[in-house]
């Protein structure tokens, strides 16, 4: 089992900046990919980007790419999101998750383990 603990959402204007953190635990691995998801009130889940901790690889969705961020410190099992250049559309509950496999995907239903979700609420 694997468990993950998101922090660092809240209240930001457009323009600002969030990080969010997760922090994992129980039987993880470096190699297996960590993704951020997000959902907004009536929407279906959506990919944000994607981490493979052992390598540092990333990945992202075309709706954020070159605004948010993804890092890792493997020494403290954390993965981050920093959020630059916030939109109002970025609005949603952000979710960090992990995936029992290798392989990189961007879907929601090929991830196995998730956190309890971070609220990030950006204001105009």
């Known amino acids: 089992q694997v468990q993950l603990v998101e922090s660092g959402g809240g209240l930001a204007q457009a323009g600002g900046s969030l990080r969010l953190s997760c922090v994992a635990s129980?039987?993880?691995?470096?190699?297996?990919?960590m993704g951020w998801f997000r959902q907004a009130p009536g929407k279906e889940r959506e990919f944000v980007g994607v981490?493979?901790?052992?390598?540092?690889?990333?990945s992202y969705a075309e709706s954020v790419k070159g605004r948010f961020t993804i890092s890792r410190d493997n020494a403290k099992n954390t993965v981050y999101l920093q959020m630059n250049s916030l939109k109002v559309e970025d609005t949603a509950v952000y979710y960090c998750?992990?995936?029992?496999?290798?392989?990189?995907?961007?879907?929601?239903?090929?991830?196995?383990?998730w956190g309890q979700g971070t609220q990030v609420t950006v204001s105009s």
């Open positions: 129980g039987r993880t691995f470096s190699t297996y990919p």
């Open positions: 998750s992990s995936k029992r496999s290798i392989g990189i995907s961007t879907s929601p239903d090929e991830y196995d383990y």
């Open positions: 981490i493979r901790r052992s390598t540092g690889y990333t």
